[in-house]
């Protein structure tokens, strides 16, 4: 039988498609609207299967709503600004706007052997100026609502690329592209005050039904909101410091406080600036970065004051004050007190400097205990805390102990936020530059808007580290009406490049504003966007603000979340392979003999087989997409990262599950065969519902779990299907009964095999340039069936399914049980205390022996 040459079916539907701009948007703005967006990739060089399946799954979708009737938008760009450019600029002696373009060149070329159904036409790049100079243009809308400001502030510094890092950026104490410990320096940098709209981020969150629950929680955590009690320390002290303030969220346990820490940033650091001790203490705090995280993980340590501090509670208690490096001064007033007993970050430092450790929080019906090097940090009872003794731990003792705080003016409620201003300032050549320049006193202003774009200079070879810009007197200098001006030569951070680009999509071309409002109208919010949980915090934090700040103010937008719906999908996961001197080795390295891996130029040498992992260079675990496509077709490709698991979780890569997606292919490809002889035979017309129904549940069954991204699914549907067809395909159909059915299977294969589906339509005489096509609709009559399968029970296990006539009654089920040899022996000799009956399901019989 002829066998399916994918390689001319897919070069000839691709060439049509771009060719005749088959995914170009309608123009059309009253038909009803689907945007689809995965997150766009940085131009590294080539793609790699996290893409494939990142657009594939995204594909699927785009090509089920447009066959649907909706006027579907999927665009593609490119994240082209950032440091690994230009750290490939440095090692190989290049541009990076020329590596950034070829790349994007190569990687365009490989998604478009996927044949997905993008509009090219609206394809945009970050590091081009007419990107980027609407960027600045919004940065400048901004900052004249005061959503933009510059501030002298102790940033994350990261050493290796030279460059500030934001919070988010800094994972584990270390930058989050180079992997290099951040250290703290003090800069002038820009913000965006994105704690403005704290609330409003968070509060949205609850609008959002489409995320799923883990992004939104890491979102609510990450902007974390905190009611607790504003507290003013009273301070013995010959410095002339009276008091100390601080916020805390467990006030009730201020019976247990032994010291007081404050940020080396704090204030009070003004009366030990001569001091050499401390000054050699601030120097090691340098070394860590300024995020909660990157302090959790260094070792703690501090440098114990002169001052001592009253507790509120108790004023014959006084505790030391000592400077700390796990205090952050940008959160609350840059003091905390420390209750050793139930704080395991307070308990670390009191048995490193041997402070006092009193409980008193202990878990209920319990006496005394005692705590050594684990803090007690759950629910319980107040004790050892006077007047607050009994209180239950936190639902009385928390508003208890602020009620008393307040009525003796100690303290007040208060509500504080985790969340930090985005730092955006960034010490580099390869970004968007920011629109700011200063006068001879060094005052910051805005650069005219006719002036914009600021573009980069041209730098053919990197000369120096750090930042090249801040060497270019040329460019760096501007003279507007006869005054001389300085550029500011920070770049911006590239996650403001991709804070709203999904805007840009909707009016790529319109060159005077970054987009069209009746554009935004229509479009906007993004329906559906896919993306790694990776992005969780940092894009689609960033994302939700930019929306709420060009909103705030404007009549004319007032849209505050871009995303209604939100898939985040898993990895693509493969073995790892490791050679006898330890060093990690590619599949394409190896081949398999009796079981086992051996190298290929030596296949002597046997290589040990790891666990599977998320694909990465660095482990060399990849597969080259490129290769994968060239071997067994686009289509194969698409099937297979579809069918191992669901799309949310990782997927196991195979050659075998590769193998066996181009296998099916084949016999799909047999199957048409088949069936376009048997239109041929021109069959007399016959009764014959069973095609039909096959189509009916194949058709349904697809469609219900593409819009529950239940896509593994949507592969089993198709071998119950080829199942099914295979069976009857020689029951002498009739012509037009297999065109009308085999049709509707084809085109709900679109969205999965397009190059496939396409072709064989094809030869039904169907051609999707020249007729209508849409999704077929359901006969829901043809899915009612009069016969189900009935679970049988007997003390709660199950013991058999029956298929029975629908509607059984209670007594005729129970009959049939009787009659059943398999089922009568449980029940024979036993008596039937009770039945659960539920219509149409089960039935459960709670027997006992006679």
Known sequence: MERYNFKLVEEKWQKYWFENKSFAVDVNKNKKKFYCLEMFPYPSGRIHMGHVRNYTIGDVLARYKSLKGYNVLHPMGWDSFGMPAENAARQNNLNPKDWTESNISVMKAQLKKLGLSIDWDREISTCSTTYYKHQQKFFLELYDKGLVYRKENYVNWDPVDKTV???????????????????????????????????QLLDGLDSLK???????????????????????????????????????????????????????????????????????????????????????????????????????????????????????????????????????????????????????VKPKNNG?????????????????????????????????????????????RKVNFRLKDWGISRQRYWGCPIPIMYDEKNNPT????????????????????????????????????????????????????????????????????????????????????????????????????????????????????????????????????????GKWRNPEELISLNGKKFLKDDKNHEVKIGPSESMSKSKKNTIDPELIIKNYGADSVRFFIL????????????????????????????????????????????????????????????????????????ISSFHSMYSQINKIVNHKIDSEKWINN????????????????????????????????????????LLIKDEINFVIQINGKTRSVLNLKKNITETELISIIKKDDKLNKYIKYASIKKTIFIKNKLINLIISNV
């Open 210 to 360: 489409e995320w799923p629950e883990k992004v939104k929680t890491m979102q609510k955590n990450w902007i974390g909101k905190s009611f607790g009690c504003e507290i003013s320390f009273k301070i013995e002290s010959k410095k002339n410091i009276r008091e100390i303030k601080c916020y805390t969220t467990r006030p009730d346990t201020l019976f247990g406080m032994s010291f007081l820490a404050l940020s080396v940033d704090h204030p009070i650091s003004q009366f030990y600036s001569e001091d050499p001790d401390f000054l050699e203490f601030k120097k090691q705090c340098s070394k860590s970065g300024t995020t909660e995280e990157s302090i959790a993980v260094a070792d703690k340590i501090g440098f114990k004051t002169d001052l001592f501090a009253l507790n509120p509670l108790d004023q014959n208690s006084k505790v030391p004050v000592y400077f700390a490096n796990f205090v952050l001064m940008d959160y609350g007033f840059g003091a905390v007190f420390g209750c050793p007993a139930h704080d395991q970050r307070d308990l670390d430092f009191a048995n490193k400097y041997n402070l006092k450790i009193l409980p008193v």
């Open 742 to 781: 085999y049709s509707s299977i084809l085109i709900t294969m679109l969205p999965v095999l397009p190059h496939f589906a396409s072709e064989c339509l094809e030869g039904l005489k169907i051609n999707m340039f020249k007729h209508n096509i849409e999704w077929p609709t359901i006969n829901k009559s």
């Open 165 to 199: 890092l934001a919070n988010e950026q800094v994972i584990d104490g270390k930058g989050w592209r180079s992997g290099a410990t951040v250290e703290r320096r003090k800069l002038n940098q820009w913000f965006f005050n994105i704690t403005k709209f704290s609330n």
């Open 368 to 412: 005394e205990f005692k705590i050594t090097n684990k803090a007690y940090t759950e629910d319980g009872i107040l004790y050892n805390s006077a007047f607050l003794n009994g209180l239950k731990v936190p639902k009385e003792s928390i508003p208890k102990t602020i009620e008393y705080l307040e009525k003796n003016n100690i303290g007040k």
């Open 643 to 714: 069918s191992d698991s669901p799309p949310e979780k990782d997927v196991q890569w195979s050659d075998e599950g590769m193998n066996s997606s181009y296998k099916f292919i084949q016999k799909l490809w047999g199957l048409n065969l088949k069936i376009l002889n048997e239109i041929k035979m021109n069959y007399p017309k016959k009764e014959s519902p069973e095609l039909e129904i096959i189509t009916t549940e194949f058709v349904e069954n697809v469609q219900k779990n593409i819009e529950n991204f239940s896509y593994n699914k949507i």
């Open 446 to 581: 805005k650069v005219p808007e006719h002036l914009l774009p600021i573009t980069l200079p041209q730098i053919n070879k990197f000369e120096s580290s750090g930042n090249p810009l801040d060497e270019l007197n040329d460019w760096k200098t501007i003279f507007i009406d006869g005054k001389k001006y300085t550029k500011e030569t920070d770049t911006l951070d590239t996650f403001v490049d991709s804070s709203w680009y999904f805007l840009r999509f909707c009016s790529p071309k319109k060159n005077d504003y970054g987009y069209n409002i009746e554009d935004i109208k229509y479009w906007m919010p993004v329906d559906q966007y896919i993306g790694g949980v990776e992005h969780a915090i940092l894009h689609l934090l960033y994302s939700r603000f930019f929306m709420h700040a060009i909103s705030n103010e404007n009549e004319n937008l007032n849209i505050k979340e871009p995303f209604k719906g939100l898939f985040t999908q898993g990895m693509v996961c493969h073995e790892t392979y490791k050679d006898k001197n």
